[in-house]
Every structure is written in C-alpha cells, then in structure tokens.
C-alpha cells in the first residue's frame, strides 16, 4: 500500500514507520522534524516531508489523493503543553486534524486516527465524594470502547481541552462514517512507553511526559518530583506491543476496524507513578549505575506548582483490550519491568555525555 503517514517524526510515528517499511509498504511521511526517522530517511520507499501542517500554503488533498491509508498522529500529546497553550492544542489536534479527516472524506480514503485514554477522563473513583459510585469497585477505572462514560474536569481545569478536542475529533469521524459511509479506525493508546518517547530536558527546554523527567534525573542528577504524592496510576505498554496492534488495524482482515475504536494498552501493567519512580531507581541501581554516583531522591510536588494553574490528573486509567484481543488476535507481551528496562537501557547508550557514562568509563 502506499500510506501517508502524518506525525512520522514522532514517537510512535517513527517506530511505525519503520515496521511499515519492514512490511513492504511504501510510505509518504509528513512531519516537522526528521531526528527520530535516523537512517529510514534514506529508505527508496521513504518520501519524506518536512512541513507544518498549519502552513495555509500547504494543501493536503494531493497526499491524499495518492494514498490507499492515511495515519495521522499529529498532535500536542504533552500535558505540560495542555496547561501552556490550551489554544494552540484546541487548533492542532481538533481544527488541523479536522482538515486531514474531511480530506479523506472527501477522497473516501480510509483513515487510521490516532485519539487518546484521556478522552475518558478521570475515574469514577473521582466521584468518591459525590457518593456516585463504590470507588473501590475496579470496574470504574476498567475503560472500553463502546461503553465507557466520559468524565472530564472543570473548564478551568483546562487540561481537559485535550481530551476535549481529541474527543469531538471522535464524535465528528463517527458522524462521517454514519452520514457517508466514511471508513475510519479509532486509536486510543494507553501510555505508550519506549526508546526515543521523548527529548531529556537536558537536551531541550519543554515539558515531556514522566519517563524522561525522571531519566533525567537519574542521568544527570536532580530530584524525581512526584506531582501530588505519585498516588496517580498509569497502565505502560510498550512501543513494540503497541506497533503490533496497530499493525494489525493497518492490514484490517476482512474489514473487522472499519468504523471501529481500538483501546491499545497493557491493562497487566498498571503501577503508580510512585512505584515508577522507585522501579526505574531499583533498575538505574541495578543495570547502569557504576561506582557510587548518588541515587536522585523522590520529593513530592503540587500538580499546580509542576504544570502550573489549571493542570488536574487522571487518576487511573486501565484499558479493557476485548475487542482488539478478539477481532485482531492481539495481547501485550511485555511485563512492566521489562520494558522499562529496556527503554531505560536506549537512553543510558544514546546519552553519553550522562554523569553516568563520565564515572563508568
Ligand atoms: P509525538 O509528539 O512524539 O508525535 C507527534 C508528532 O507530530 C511529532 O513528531 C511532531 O513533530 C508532529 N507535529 C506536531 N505538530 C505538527 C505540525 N504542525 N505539522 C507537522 N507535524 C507536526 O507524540 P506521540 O507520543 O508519538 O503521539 C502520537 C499520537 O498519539 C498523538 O496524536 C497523541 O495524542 C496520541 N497519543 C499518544 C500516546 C502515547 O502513549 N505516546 C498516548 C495517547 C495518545
Ligand atoms: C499523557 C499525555 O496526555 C498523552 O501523551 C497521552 O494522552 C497519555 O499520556 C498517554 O500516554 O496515554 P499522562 O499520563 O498524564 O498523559 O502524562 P505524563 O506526563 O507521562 O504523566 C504521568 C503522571 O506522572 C501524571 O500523573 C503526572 O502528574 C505525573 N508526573 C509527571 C510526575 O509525577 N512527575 C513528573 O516529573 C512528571
């Protein structure tokens, strides 16, 4: 096939881009930035793009036109990014990837849409007070497709806009697909977790998510903040298992995704931020730290005082994975601490400049 990728260039765009190629497709990649392609840049069925999407300039119908499936994973997926520019992520991930879902549209081309967990919000845990729900009843934080209620925070709690915008992104394709037929794939990932998941800080200014804040740390000294004590619970599911799934939604035996929404997570891999923050320092201790180089300490911090007004969490989130388990045959294989070792190893070797390597070697 030949697939128009947009969002190529990131995290899950760049593994995915690379088992498309290993798979014999060709692929058209559309981002802004080109690091995290490495070596596929010079593969022959590569093309690759480099341009904002926002660019009034640039017209997306061509790519389209030319494409069999168009991927789309563009987006602001960083929470400190919800909290700065709340704006600026309503237009990328709703009005921007609108364009791109009314093109296939238009086009009738099948589109593959990269959405969220968060589009369900907090637990019914949250409504604990409110005497709702038993929030000790795990069925709360269990969250499925077709089912699930959506519960999101206050509008001053603008977090939310995130979820919020990937949502009506949702609400506008299912409304395609009843009004015109149109052919779209849901994707709502569950913390994927992996090799090149974000920039260290010490590398560039911004707010990445958890693993490289507390890398970080372990790398180049500092503390491991726990926003609002790490009581907040989080299922990690690896770049590998999670580029199976979406493979397999890719090939769409016998059309089984078409119209469909897919949890993609490992609902075996659910741990408190805490419990990550201690995990990663028992695994740095264990596997990377040489001599006596000191072990970052865990501190706790205000969600406000981290992200700044406005930033409110989810508490837990556990994807039910039936429908890809029975319509595509897929189940996570990788265990919790090995795929954070095995994420922690890459930026041990890709970071050489680390405290870490200058007392080892
Ligand atoms: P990412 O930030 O690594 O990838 C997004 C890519 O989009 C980046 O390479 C970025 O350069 C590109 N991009 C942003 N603005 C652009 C623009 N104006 N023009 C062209 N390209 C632009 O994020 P990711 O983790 O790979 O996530 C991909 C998608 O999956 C996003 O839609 C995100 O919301 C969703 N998602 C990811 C996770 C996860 O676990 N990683 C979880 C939930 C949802
Ligand atoms: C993220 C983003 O919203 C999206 O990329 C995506 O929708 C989702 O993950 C996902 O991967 O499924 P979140 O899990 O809240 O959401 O993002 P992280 O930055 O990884 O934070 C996880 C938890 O760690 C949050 O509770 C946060 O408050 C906490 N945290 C973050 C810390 O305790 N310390 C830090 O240094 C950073």
């Known amino acids: 096939m030949n697939i128009l990728n947009l969002g190529a260039g990131g995290f899950i765009g760049s593994h995915l881009t690379r088992r498309l190629l290993d798979e014999g497709h060709s692929v058209t990649a559309v981002d802004l930035y080109t690091d995290k392609l490495g070596e596929l840049l010079d593969h022959p069925r590569l093309t ?23 991927i789309d994973l563009i987006a602001y997926a960083n929470p400190g990014l919800y ?19 009314e093109a296939c549209a238009l086009h009738a081309k099948r589109l593959i849409q990269f959405s969220t967990c968060e589009v369900y919000g907090r637990t019914a845990a949250s409504l604990k007070q409110a005497n709702l729900r038993d929030p000790e009843d795990p069925i709360h934080a269990t969250f499925s497709e077709d089912e699930s209620e959506f519960i999101l925070g206050p509008v001053n709690r603008h977090r939310w806009i995130y979820a919020c915008s990937k949502q009506l992104l949702e609400r506008v394709l299912h409304a395609y697909g009843l009004e015109t037929g149109f052919n779209y794939t849901i ?24 693993f490289s804040f507390f890398m970080d740390a372990l790398l180049h000294g500092g503390v491991m903040k726990l926003v609002d004590g790490g009581t907040q619970r989080r299922c990690y599911t690896y770049i590998d298992d999670a580029i199976e799934c979406t493979y397999r939604i890719v ?33 740095y201790a264990e596997k990377f730290r040489h001599g006596d180089t000191p072990l970052p300490e865990i501190v706790t911090v205000s969600g406000e005082e981290f992200y700044g007004k406005g930033y409110d969490d989810s508490d ?25 070792e095995a994420t922690m190893s890459y930026y041990v070797h890709e970071y050489p400049g680390s405290k870490l390597a200058a007392t080892a070697l």
């Not at 690759?48 to 168009?70: C, G, K, S, T, Y």
């Not at 994975?321 to 265990?335: C, H």
């Open 48 to 70: 690759f793009v480099q341009q904002d999407i926002r660019n009034r300039e640039w017209h997306i119908a061509p790519f389209v036109e030319n494409a069999d499936l168009v």
């Open 83 to 101: 909290i700065r520019m709340p704006l600026e992520v309503f237009r990328l991930n709703f009005q921007e990837n609108l364009k791109i879902a």
């Open 187 to 210: 994707v709502r990932p569950f913390n994927f977790i992996g090799p090149k998941i974000d920039f260290l800080l010490s590398e560039q200014d911004g707010i990445p998510r958890v």
């Open 251 to 283: 090939e769409n035996p016998g059309g089984v995704c078409d119209r469909q929404i897919f949890n993609i997570g490992s609902p075996y891999n659910e741990i408190s931020i805490r419990q990550l923050a201690e995990t990663m320092r028992e695994i």
């Open 316 to 340: 837990r989130r556990i994807p039910n994975i039936d429908k890809a388990r029975t319509l595509l045959g897929w189940e996570p294989k990788w265990p919790f601490r090995d795929l954070l």
